[in-house]
């Protein structure tokens, strides 16, 4: 099923994207566990959301590579000075809804451009 993402549909997910982020995170530290990470959970997630309504393959990879460039860098900015659990709860959450918005902006363009091709 190939139907755009409403800007509404995109701010939900991005809502729910950071409240497992900061959960996740949250429990994390409670149980001083660093090694395990939240980010493949939130991945997984938008993966299975992607794949069963909104497969616009060149918005996908858009958003993944906008995703991970943006929770990469925001982790070395963030960790040394916030520490482990704080920078990776802000860093996670900040790409999921970078590559939310790249998503949408992109698969609303594409939409728009086959529409007009028709």
């Known amino acids: 099923m190939n139907r755009a993402v409403t800007w ?10 950071w409240a497992v982020s900061g959960l996740g995170y949250g429990v994390l530290a409670a149980l001083d566990a660093p090694h ?19 497969r616009f393959w060149l918005a996908g990879v ?32 900040a790409a999921a809804s970078v590559a939310l918005v790249v998503f949408t902006l992109v ?6 451009h086959r529409g007009a091709e028709r």
């Not at 549909?9 to 729910?16: D, K």
């Not at 858009?62 to 709860?89: C, H, K, N, Q, T």
């Not at 698969?107 to 728009?112: A, E, L, P, S, Y």
């Open 36 to 54: 395990v990470p939240v980010a493949p959970l939130i991945v997984m997630w938008l993966s299975q959301w992607f794949w069963a309504s909104h």
């Open 107 to 112: 698969g609303r363009g594409v939409g728009r």
């Open 8 to 17: 509404s549909e995109a701010a939900l997910v991005a809502v729910a994207c």
């Open 62 to 93: 858009a958003a993944s590579i906008a995703g991970s460039v943006v929770l990469f860098a925001l982790v070395d900015v963030l960790r040394p000075g916030l520490g482990r659990y704080v920078a990776d709860a802000l860093a996670t959450g």
